[in-house]
């Protein structure tokens, strides 16, 4: 049975489901298609950290379904703008799990994980999948991958 490792920028997924399709992602069923792939032996989802009651229960739910949430702050400048992104941990992560499974999972749709998702697959011959919305993920992650999988209607609530 393949070992899997899936990383969820969840600010992502949550910006371009609703962008596209005017829904949420499920996240259940994102599971079950995991397990349907092999065993999913790491799981992380990363979030900005709000202390309001409906990001609270949304993080408590993916530990239920079997991930383990990072969080940041959410930061808001004094000019009104905000910052919070996980790019480098979760690059950081996806290299140091990628020489022990057999198949990298990334969510997002961020161009910027490109050269990341080519470099675990000539490193260390890891399958690298990703999981995007078709029209807000970039070309180039796209073809960086073995697999692209669009998230569709059948992944959303």
Known sequence: MKKIAV?????NIYYTTRQAYGRQFNYRQLWQTL????????????A????DDQQIKFQDALRHIGFTVKLKPYIQRADGSTKGDWDVGIAIDVMEAAPEVDTVV?????????????????RYHTEAVV???????????????DRFIAIE????L
């Open 7 to 11: 990383f969820v920028d969840v600010q």
């Open 35 to 46: 397990n349907d792939m092999g065993e999913v032996v790491t799981a992380y989802a990363y």
């Open 48 to 51: 900005i950290r709000r202390d």
């Open 106 to 122: 990334l969510l997002s749709g961020d161009g910027d994980f490109d050269l990341l998702m080519n470099k675990i697959r000539l």
């Open 131 to 145: 999981l995007g919305v078709p029209s807000l993920t970039a070309n180039s992650l796209v073809n960086s991958v």
């Open 153 to 156: 209607d059948d992944m959303l």
